[in-house]
T-cell receptor, first 114, second 113 residues
Framework: SAVISQKPSRDICQRGTSLTIQCQVD?????MFWYRQQPGQSLTLIAT?????????ESGFVIDKFPISRPNLTFSTLTVSNMSPEDSSIYLC???????????FGPGTRLTVL | QKEVEQNSGPLSVPEGAIASLNCTYS??????FFWYRQYSGKSPELIMS????GDKEDGRFTAQLNKASQYVSLLIRDSQPSDSATYLC?????????????FGDGTTLTVKP
């Protein structure tokens, strides 16, 4: 399977600031997904990012709060804007790596907002 | 009703026993079914995929799918302490969420030496 990396792996941020998380894949992929996982909870899909088009956001998530870029088939960024303590979570990028709808996850970014 | 429901857990089994993890889903049009293992502090790792009714075996893991009952399970034979983790069931390709995976809340398994 491909290697998926995320930067940063963790960060502690102040309320009101923004953080951009990078996701890099070592092969070209069509679909990339951004998830949030709050402590002790399951995965919540934030948005789907396809190269060359606007990201598609899930209910409860908006572009102003979570802008996403997808400049090419191996890279995407998720920005968490105007952060509050409620944004403290693990943010995960995920990609489809086979024709069988199998999704693989990056190592995650652990965000703490003070 | 949640779209994907799993055993509420936590589940505890002795080392060497069979651990049985269950999952039901609501979208009858779902096509693809997955089990992920997530260790504490780590990201989910895909361990099994199943697409047609019946059993699929991979080492100590067996996935079972019954589309008529909208049920998928994961059996772990000869459970080891290293199997202690949260197991997430994911379903994809349904009528309501085509192209996206829907995850259950997970079942936490503890294998006691």
């Amino acid at each position: 399977s491909a290697v998926i990396s995320q930067k940063p792996s963790r960060d502690i941020c102040q309320r009101g600031t923004s953080l951009t998380i990078q996701c890099q894949v070592d092969s070209q992929v069509t679909m990339m997904f951004w998830y949030r996982q709050q402590p002790g909870q399951s995965l919540t899909l934030i948005a789907t990012a396809n190269q060359g088009s606007e990201a598609t956001y899930e209910s409860g998530f908006v572009i102003d709060k979570f802008p996403i870029s997808r400049p090419n088939l191996t890279f995407s960024t998720l920005t968490v804007s105007n952060m509050s303590p409620e944004d403290s979570s693990i943010y995960l990028c995920s990609v489809d790596l086979s024709s069988y709808n199998e999704q693989f996850f990056g190592p995650g970014t652990r965000l703490t907002v003070l | 009703q949640k779209e994907v429901e799993q055993n509420s857990g936590p589940l505890s089994v002795p080392e060497g026993a069979i651990a049985s993890l269950n999952c039901t889903y609501s979208d009858r049009g779902s096509q693809s079914f997955f089990w992920y293992r997530q260790y504490s502090g780590k990201s989910p790792e895909l361990i099994m995929s199943i697409y047609s009714n019946g059993d699929k075996e991979d080492g100590r893991f067996t996935a079972q799918l019954n589309k008529a009952s909208q049920y998928v399970s994961l059996l772990i034979r000869d459970s080891q302490p290293s199997d202690s983790a949260t197991y997430l069931c994911a379903v994809r390709g349904g009528n309501t969420n085509a192209g996206k995976s829907t995850f259950g809340d997970g079942t936490t398994l503890t294998v006691k030496p």
